[in-house]
């Protein structure tokens, strides 16, 4: 019983994050509302980077502050989902490009997939231009990325 | 001085939907959260909808009870919006194939273009399975259809 | 037919802001979610003070930057909103008290009072401290308060 | 490492929810928006019923359909949280009376307490009428209750 918030794992090159869907999610349809699986996206993003060992805060706070911005993204939505409902939000990153992060989302209820997710995240400075991401960062999520 | 919440208008088929950005649409980097346009394109969506005759509490409580959900969207973030702009969402309907409704939107900044998203939306029963647009929704939404 | 978003107008002291109810704003058992009041009622004191002449970003960019945060809020549920209600917001400023301004809400639908909402807002500087009200918000706020 | 969400747990009567802050709760003004500590609420809340033994669905579906609607709820905010702070939510059920559960929360990053709620929850019907909870969740929460 971790007293920490959950963080995902890795299994392979592709980070699993899992999550509850709340009251907050869900629209009077019935259904988790379509935006909300942005957020879903995100958090899952943010915990592959902290998993290996990046915070947004740090970041953002450091010598040379740089922030991620999704540029791109393309959602499809195959299946609903529903409140009480557990899910698996799968994260690969798979090519940096210079400032740019290209990343595959798909979000699981056991082996249904309910939505995918391809998007393209640039890291920026404050003043919102696309910045290189440093070479610590670029090590670190080396593993991670697709073969050449 | 009107005592109705915006509806927005028309410009030839284009419908043009108003908004302010207020602190619950933005995140700490200052800008517009990702997943909030999505809100701000079905606030637009909902509104053409209810200007030419239909509301969503009273489609999902007819005889024939209907919805949209949407199936995919692509967003494409060109330019951030911030706190206090105001905002215009314009919103096309370009063309229905049996339950499906093929939508062009984009959010504007005076004449800056921010954002845009291209979107697949299904007419669906409560049960979610597809279901053929009513005769007087079709003959509603005809005049604004991309000519065929 | 104006441009722009809505911003609510003045009856006496008491501010009107309309607004419509979203899918976003409603959760699966058919109602608006309860924290989303809170944003209804951010999204009016926002349009009073943009009435009165004052904004988020100027005043958060100025010399003396200041925001304002919410301390303490009670909120009482009556009645639920559902998707497609028109709503009003009624908001007044009761008093100034050094940083601390003290705020009266409620939600109605047509005649129904829904929700009512009472805060103590303070003004704090972007380090967190609080901050007293600059002159001319003062003198602008002043004749909306309640008689001393 | 779970493949489960988090559910929290108890410590005595108090049932303990972590969670990290992520993009989609902070505002412009860097911390956490105050509308989404009620989310954070409701999510621990939840996790009780849920270790304890109910699911939203669950009751919203069975023979007796209920649901829980907060009626009031009072929020003091002491401090801000802010991007990737890890938080908990701690949450006891004090009292039930009729159909109604009166709930204390708190929200605490390490030994911070940030902000407070007290709220009253009525169980429902899916019409909106107060209901009495059944008879095993009567008994399945005594336990956590205040001693009388």
Same mark, same amino acid.
């Given at each position: 019983?971790? %007293?920490?918030?959950?963080?995902?794992?890795?299994?392979g090159?592709?980070?699993?994050?899992? +999550? *509850?869907?709340?009251? %907050? /999610?869900? /629209?009077?349809?019935?259904?988790?509302?379509?935006?909300?699986y942005?957020k879903?996206?995100e958090r899952a993003? @943010? @915990?592959?980077?902290r998993?290996?060992?990046? %915070?947004? &805060?740090?970041?953002?706070?450091?010598?040379?502050?740089?922030?991620?911005?999704?540029?791109k993204?393309?959602?499809?939505?195959? #299946?609903?989902a529903?409140?009480? /409902? @557990? +899910?698996?939000? *799968? $994260?690969?990153?798979?090519?940096i490009?210079?400032? *740019? +992060?290209?990343? @595959?989302?798909?979000?699981?209820?056991?082996?249904? %997939?309910?939505? $995918?997710?391809?998007s393209e &995240? $640039?890291?920026?400075?404050?003043?919102?231009?696309?910045?290189?991401?440093? #070479?610590?960062?670029?090590? &670190?999520l080396?593993?991670?990325?697709?073969?050449?």
């Amino acid at each position: 019983m971790s %007293e920490n918030p959950t963080i995902g794992w890795f299994e392979g090159r592709v980070h699993h994050y899992p +999550l *509850r869907v709340y009251y %907050e /999610d869900t /629209d009077f349809s019935g259904v988790v509302y379509y935006a909300n699986y942005l957020k879903f996206c995100e958090r899952a993003r @943010s @915990s592959f980077f902290r998993l290996v060992g990046f %915070e947004h &805060a740090a970041l953002w706070e450091g010598d040379n502050p740089i922030a991620f911005a999704i540029r791109k993204i393309a959602l499809d939505y195959k #299946k609903p989902a529903r409140i009480d /409902d @557990s +899910l698996i939000v *799968r $994260t690969s990153y798979d090519r940096i490009k210079g400032p *740019r +992060l290209f990343v @595959s989302q798909s979000v699981w209820r056991g082996d249904e %997939e309910l939505v $995918t997710a391809v998007s393209e &995240a $640039t890291a920026i400075s404050p003043e919102g231009r696309p910045r290189r991401m440093p #070479k610590n960062m670029m090590e &670190a999520l080396g593993p991670y990325l697709l073969p050449v």
